[in-house]
């Protein structure tokens, strides 16, 4: 049983469930601990592991050769909070932009 000072002390009258020991006991067959990573090979008998070639990342580029773009964001951007905001910037823009020329 829980005492009064425990619950007065803000605890639970209900004990909480525990997740326990990340096990094979417990886990379903074939599970990996591991840390969020595809395995790509496997364990032999003897201690060595041999890498699969078909289960490694292969990441394809593309050509980025005349690409106007640039992978960098200033911080100094202002950040847009509503979507009525943008919608009324952009459609202020192109009337500035005849005016002006």
Known sequence: MFG???????????????KGSW???????????????TPVG???KRGLYLVDPNKK???EMPDLTDFELKPYVSWTVPK???KAKLAQQQQLQPAEKETST
Do not use: S
């Open 80 to 82: 847009l909070k509503y």
């Open 4 to 18: 009064l000072a425990e619950v007065l002390r803000g605890g639970r009258l209900v004990p909480a469930k525990r």
């Open 42 to 44: 496997i364990h032999t």
């Open 57 to 59: 990342l292969n990441i």
């Open 23 to 37: 096990t094979t006991k417990f886990t379903p067959h074939g599970a990996n601990k591991g840390k969020g990573v």
